[in-house]
C-alpha cells in the first residue's frame, strides 16, 4: 500500500518496493539452484545473497549459460544471451549449479539475469501506474460473493466512500503479518478481507471517482496510535511511547523502511483547521485534550501503501485550489501537505512530544511504518485518526510503495 513500494510504503514507501521481477520460473528456489541479487563479483566468481538471507558463492565458467529477461517476463522465449561481464552488482539473477561440479566452489550451469536498472525503470513504471489508476482508504464493508469493497477514503469533510469492483482476473493480495514491505505480500481471498483493514486498488476509475473496477488490489490490517514519546533508543532504533487510548507503553522498532516526518507548526495548525473544516489560517477546533482526541489503537483503525502508491493518495486534489493553494503546501490537500514535511531520523525524536504513527499489529511491540511528530494540533481534530492510514497507503510512501507484484 502499493501498493513497496517497500515502502504503500505506503511506504515505501519506502516506499517503499515491490517484487516485480515475478516471473513464475523465478520465483522457486529448490535444490540446485537459488534466487538472489549479486552482491560481489571477483574475477568469474559471483556472491549472491538471497532473499532469505543466505549468500553463496559461484564460479562462471565460460560453459555457462548467462540469459537476461526484462521483470515480469513468463518465460526464456525472448530472453537474450549476455555475457559474464554484462552482469553487475545489484542485478537479480537465478543461478542453477551443474551437478558435476565437484570444486570447493559450486559452478554455474545457467544464470538468468534481470539487471537492476531495469528493475528499477519497472518500479517507477509501476508507481506511475497506481498514482494515475489507483485510490484507497479503509475498508467498510466486503462483500465476498459479488466481489464488492466499499472504502471509506479521505479525511474530515472531504470523507467518501468508494466502492470497489473485484473480478476473477483481480490480483488479490494481502501483507504478511508483522512486515511492512510490499514485496512480502502474499496472494489472499476476498474473504481474508475485512473491515477496518486498509486497502489500495488499482484499476478503471468512473468519471466521478466514487468506483473502481480493480486490476489489483493489496490490503492489511494495521494499527493506529497516537500517544506521547516515553524514552528514544537509536542505538537499537526502537522508541517506546504511551499510547494515549490504552495508557500502555509500547515499544515501537524503526526500520529502513519506516517514513518518519515532522510537521511544521503551521503546517499543522492549518492541517488540523482543514480536517476540521475550518480555514486554512485557524486553529484546530477540537475541544477535547491530547487524551481526548487519540485514536484508538487496534486493528480496527487500520493502515496501509505504501501502500502501496508513492504520492498517489486517495485524497490527493481535494483541497485543491482552495484559499490560494495554501500558501504553496500542495493546495492544502492533506496527503501532499504530509508529502512535504520534513523528513527525521529517530534521534530527533525527544521525551515527552506527541508523536502519530502507523505500525504493524501488536500488543506491546511493532514495526513502524509512518510516524508523525509536530503533531500536537491535529490531536485535537476527532477527523486525524484516518489521516495516516490513507496517507500511508496511498501518499506519502511506507511498504509500498506500489508497485505491482505480478
Known amino acids: 500500500m502499493a501498493f513497496r513500494s517497500r515502502k504503500p510504503g505506503f511506504l515505501p514507501l519506502a516506499l517503499l518496493a515491490a517484487m516485480i521481477l515475478a516471473a513464475p520460473f523465478l520465483c522457486a528456489q529448490a535444490a540446485g539452484r537459488f534466487l538472489g541479487t549479486i552482491t560481489a563479483i571477483s574475477g568469474t566468481t559471483l556472491t549472491v545473497k538471497t532473499d532469505a538471507g543466505e549468500v553463496h558463492q559461484v564460479e562462471v565458467p565460460a560453459s555457462a549459460t548467462l540469459k537476461r529477461v526484462e521483470p515480469g517476463q513468463k518465460d526464456l522465449s525472448s530472453a537474450t544471451t549476455i555475457q559474464f561481464s554484462d552482469l553487475s552488482t545489484g542485478d537479480r539473477v537465478l543461478v542453477r549449479i551443474d551437478p558435476g561440479s565437484t570444486g570447493a566452489t559450486a559452478q554455474a550451469a545457467m544464470i538468468v539475469a534481470i ?41 474530515g469533510p472531504t470523507t467518501r466512500t468508494v466502492t470497489i469492483h473485484t473480478t476473477k482476473s483481480t490480483v488479490l493480495k494481502r501483507y504478511a503479518p508483522g512486515s511492512v514491505r510490499f514485496d512480502d505480500a502474499q496472494p489472499a481471498p476476498i474473504d481474508a478481507i475485512h473491515a477496518g483493514d486498509q486497502l489500495r486498488a488499482r484499476g478503471q476509475k468512473s468519471a466521478d471517482g466514487s468506483e473502481l473496477t480493480a486490476d489489483a488490489v493489496v490490503s492489511g490490517s494495521f494499527r493506529n496510535i497516537s500517544g506521547t514519546v516515553t524514552s528514544v533508543d537509536a542505538a537499537n532504533s526502537t522508541l517506546v511511547v504511551k499510547d494515549l487510548a490504552s495508557k500502555k507503553q509500547v515499544t515501537v522498532q524503526v526500520t529502513h523502511d519506516s517514513q518518519m516526518r515532522r510537521l511544521p507548526e503551521r503546517m499543522a495548525q492549518m492541517l488540523a483547521a482543514r480536517l476540521n473544516g475550518g480555514a486554512a489560517g485557524g486553529q484546530g477546533r477540537g475541544n477535547g485534550g491530547v487524551q481526548q482526541a487519540g485514536a484508538p489503537s487496534g486493528p480496527g483503525n487500520a493502515r496501509l501503501d505504501q501502500q502501496p502508491g508513492n504520492g498517489g493518495g ?61 503533531v500536537e494540533p491535529l490531536l485535537q481534530a476527532p477527523a486525524s485518526q484516518n489521516l495516516l492510514s490513507n496517507w500511508s497507503m496511498g501518499g506519502g510512501g511506507g511498504a509500498e510503495a506500489g508497485a505491482d507484484a505480478q
Request: proline share 2%.
Open 314 to 374: 486517495s485524497g490527493r486534489g481535494q483541497w485543491a485550489g482552495q484559499n490560494g493553494g495554501a500558501g504553496g503546501l500542495g493546495g492544502g490537500d492533506p496527503q501532499q501537505m504530509l508529502n512535504r514535511a520534513p523528513a527525521i531520523q529517530l534521534s530527533d525524536l525527544q521525551k515527552g512530544e506527541a508523536v502519530m504513527l502507523v505500525s504493524t499489529e501488536g500488543t506491546s511491540e511493532m514495526t513502524a511504518i509512518t510516524l508523525l511528530a509536530g
Open 115 to 155: 539487471k537492476q536498472a531495469d528493475v528499477a525503470a519497472k518500479q517507477q513504471q509501476e508507481r506511475e501506474e497506481w498514482q494515475r489508476n489507483g485510490l484507497g482508504g479503509l475498508v467498510k464493508s466486503v462483500d465476498a460473493a459479488s466481489g464488492v469493497i466499499v472504502l471509506t477514503a479521505g479525511a
